[in-house]
């Protein structure tokens, strides 16, 4: 859908009312990738946020307009951070995530009201009702550009069939690195793509 720009070529803020009229026709909304950090597209990423009351998945510079904001989410989203986006909302160094994983992303989940899919080695799901995943598919040959994009496309299509925002994150996890696996065994870790992963997500699922 066309939309009004910002003199950098990125979303504008006068594009929030299309946005949210557009929304009335939707189920979920995913938003991040590749919108950019100009500032005043980081101001229509946080006004899409607060004002359209959609079970929502938010990365990348999603994430990073969020920055360290201290507030409660209003409970239909779910964030999907990789450790230095993680360590961007919470004020926490990597390092300290990294060895405090489980713990880092139930505190935030449970403060913040929110879902969390902290990416990395052993990607884990954690909300605010003590649901907890951890897991065991993917490799580091999906630690490329796009890949994250993939996760975020797969989740918001679960949600979008109905599933809740737990379910969603961890199927779409595990359907996700299990794409990847089949997907490195093909090309090769150090080849494979993030479209590689997309190509390979119906023989994840039969493999499922």
Do not use: C, W
């Not at 990125?10 to 946005?19: C, G």
């Not at 230095?84 to 505190?107: D, F, H, W, Y």
């Amino acid at each position: 859908m066309p939309l009004p720009e910002t003199k950098e070529i990125s979303l504008s803020p006068a594009a929030y009312n299309k946005i949210k009229e557009f929304s009335r026709k939707t189920d979920i909304i995913a938003i991040g990738p590749g919108l950019s950090q100009n500032k005043a597209t980081q101001e229509l990423i946080l006004k899409v946020i607060a004002g359209i009351d959609k079970p929502m998945v938010i990365d990348a510079d999603g994430l990073n307009s969020l920055g360290k904001q201290r507030k409660q989410f209003r409970g239909n989203i779910i964030l999907t951070p990789h450790p230095g986006e993680m360590s961007r909302l919470t004020g926490l160094p990597v390092p300290v995530i990294q060895k405090n994983r489980k713990k880092v992303a139930k505190e935030f989940a449970n403060e913040y009201n929110v879902e969390i899919v902290l990416k990395g080695k052993n990607t884990l799901v954690a909300d605010n009702k003590d649901n907890f995943y951890v897991n065991k598919t993917g490799n580091p040959g999906m630690a490329k550009a796009g890949s994250g994009d993939v996760l975020t496309g797969i989740i918001a299509a679960f949600l979008g069939q109905g599933l809740n925002l737990f379910q969603a994150a961890k199927y779409a996890v595990y359907l996700h690195g299990s794409a990847g696996d089949l997907a490195a065994k093909k090309k090769t870790q150090i080849s494979m793509t993030a479209s590689d992963i997309i190509d390979m997500l119906p023989e994840a699922i039969k493999k499922s």
